[in-house]
């Protein structure tokens, strides 16, 4: 089945530091991959995307690259600041002919400290 | 204008009771979905429409019944209401062109 498997939180960081958040797949097939973003007290957001191998998806500063040969999405950013403190999920969808079903990772809390 | 709206936003119920929350989008998709989020974040699939047609229906109690009137609109209903069914749901929807949108969630309580 398919399935994703991400770095397990809390992560807790000062502001200007590097953010990395591993994400590995598991897919049959072709799959798109997303990283959504949920602020406390919100819904999902859509952060970023890739729909094939090698794509970069990038977005307020976060980026991350489709690996097809190490079935990787890892998300990155330089320089957080106290605003991108939120729950970050990787996830995949194999796109069929009536729906986009997510398979999400377990999510990921990231703590940015002023 | 808000593009997939839940509502109500909290809700707060006694064991046994009957529920329903609703979810409407304004975005012209095809396929509408409920996603459950218990209280460690973890997000699960529970049901899915395409057309008002049922295609993803997970392992979910039977107390648990979605309909979908038109096409815009994914109620979930909800019986005989259980503590272990305090969670946030979350309403999506997407269309073959687009990623899913997610609604702001609701969080139920059971007591």
């Known amino acids: 089945g398919n399935s994703v498997t991400q770095m397990e939180g809390p992560v807790t960081l000062s502001e200007e530091a590097f953010l990395t958040i591993n994400c590995t797949y598991t897919?049959?097939?072709?799959?798109?991959l997303f990283w959504y973003v949920q602020y406390p007290g919100e819904g999902l957001q859509l952060l970023l995307k890739?729909?094939?191998?090698?794509d970069k998806g990038s977005n307020k500063g976060f980026e991350a690259t489709y690996r097809k040969e190490t079935t990787s999405f890892h998300l990155e950013k330089g320089s957080v600041q106290v605003s991108d403190s939120a729950v970050y999920f990787c996830?995949?969808?194999?796109?069929?002919?009536?729906?986009?079903?997510?398979?999400f990772g377990a999510g990921t809390t990231v703590t940015v400290r002023a | 204008d808000t593009a997939v709206s839940q509502t109500p936003k909290y809700l707060v119920t006694q064991m046994g009771n009957d529920k329903s929350i609703k979810c409407e989008q304004n975005?012209?998709?095809?396929?509408m979905y409920w996603y459950k989020q218990d209280s460690k974040k973890f997000l699960k699939i529970m049901f899915s429409?395409?057309?008002?047609?049922?295609?993803i229906n997970e392992t979910v109690p039977n107390r648990f019944s979605p309909k979908s009137p038109d096409k815009a609109h994914l109620n979930l209903h909800i019986n005989s209401l259980e503590l272990g069914d305090s969670a946030v749901y979350f309403c999506?929807?997407?269309?073959?062109?687009?990623?899913?949108?997610f609604g702001q969630g609701t969080r139920l309580t059971v007591v």
């Open positions: 996830a995949l969808s194999l796109y069929r002919s009536n729906d986009y079903k997510l398979s």
């Open positions: 999506a929807s997407s269309s073959h062109l687009t990623e899913a949108f």
């Open positions: 975005l012209g998709h095809d396929t």
């Open positions: 429409y395409n057309n008002k047609e049922l295609i």
């Open positions: 890739a729909t094939k191998a090698d």
């Open positions: 897919a049959t097939g072709y799959p798109s």
